[in-house]
C-alpha cells in the first residue's frame, strides 16, 4: 500500500519570504499522480498544484512549485513570497494512474504553515 | 457551477442516533469519494463510487453506508452512531481521465456525544 509522509508538522516563514514544505512517498507504481491541496481554517481542501510522475519538468503554478525527485520518491512544496493568506494546512497526496482503480488519493498528516508580518 | 455541495455544515448526534449526510455535484463527475478527517491527520477513504449504482469500501468504511442511485448525489448513512465518527467529512468527485483532480466539497462536522 502506498504511504505519504509530511515529516514537518508545522513551519513558519516572513511574509514575502520563500519556504519548502517536505513530502515523502512510497510506492511500487511507476505511474501516479502527486497534489499538493490546501485547507484554510475555513476547511475547504483547495487544489494547489499537482504532478504527474512521467512527466519530468517541475510544476508550477504562479507562486508555488514543486520540486518532483521520483528516483528519491520526494515531492516539495515550494511558496514564494509568501503572503498572508497563505496561512493554512498543506496535504500532501498521491493517486495511483493504474487503471480500473478507485483512483482514492492517499494523504499525508499535513503541515501547518505559519505566515508571520 | 456550485462544484460539490455538502449538507448539513455541522450537526451533533447523540450515541446511537441514525443520520444521513447528503452530497451533491454539478459538474457531471463519474467517481464521487466520502472521506473523513481525525484532528491532526490527513483524510481517509470511507466509500467510493465510479458511477450510478456501483459503490465501493475505502479503508475505514466499519459503521457507514452509501448509496448512489444518481450521477449527482452520493449519501453517507451513519447508523447507531458512536463518539468514534466524531470528525468532519468531505465529499468529493472527479473525472476518471483528464486531468485526475478530485474537487472537495466544504465539509460537515460531525460530533457525537
Known amino acids: 500500500a502506498q504511504t505519504v509522509t509530511q515529516s514537518q508538522p508545522e513551519m513558519s516563514v516572513q511574509e514575502a519570504e520563500t519556504v519548502t514544505l517536505s513530502c515523502t512517498y512510497d510506492?511500487?507504481?511507476?505511474?501516479?499522480?502527486l497534489f499538493w491541496y490546501k485547507q484554510p481554517p475555513s476547511r475547504q481542501m483547495i487544489l494547489v498544484i499537482r504532478?504527474?510522475?512521467?512527466?519530468?519538468q517541475n510544476a508550477t503554478e504562479n507562486r508555488f512549485s514543486v520540486n518532483f525527485q521520483k528516483a528519491a520518491k520526494s515531492f516539495s512544496l515550494k511558496i514564494s513570497d509568501s503572503q498572508l493568506g497563505d496561512a493554512a494546512m498543506y496535504f500532501c497526496?498521491?493517486?495511483?494512474?493504474?487503471?480500473?482503480?478507485?483512483?482514492?488519493?492517499?494523504f499525508g498528516k499535513g503541515t501547518k504553515l505559519t505566515v508571520n508580518p | 457551477n456550485a462544484g460539490v455541495t455538502q449538507t448539513p455544515k455541522f450537526r451533533i448526534l447523540k450515541i446511537g442516533q441514525s443520520m444521513t449526510l447528503q452530497c451533491t455535484q454539478d459538474?457531471?463527475?463519474?467517481?464521487m469519494y466520502w472521506y473523513r478527517q481525525d484532528p491532526g491527520m490527513g483524510l481517509k477513504l470511507i466509500y467510493y463510487?465510479?458511477?450510478?449504482?456501483?459503490?465501493d469500501k475505502g479503508e475505514v468504511p466499519n459503521g457507514y453506508n452509501v448509496s448512489r442511485s444518481t450521477t449527482e448525489d452520493f449519501p453517507l448513512r451513519l447508523e447507531l452512531a458512536a463518539p468514534s465518527q466524531t470528525s468532519v467529512y468531505f465529499c468529493?468527485?472527479?473525472?476518471?481521465?483528464?486531468?485526475?483532480?478530485?474537487?472537495f466539497g466544504p465539509g460537515t462536522r460531525l460530533t457525537v456525544l
Open positions: 463510487s465510479v458511477g450510478a449504482g456501483i459503490t
Open positions: 497526496a498521491y493517486r495511483s494512474a493504474s487503471q480500473g482503480g478507485s483512483e482514492k488519493l492517499v
Open positions: 504532478q504527474e510522475a512521467y512527466k519530468q
Open positions: 510506492t511500487s507504481e511507476s505511474d501516479y499522480y
Open positions: 459538474m457531471n463527475h463519474n467517481y
Open positions: 468529493a468527485s472527479s473525472y476518471p481521465e483528464g486531468e485526475h483532480t478530485q474537487y
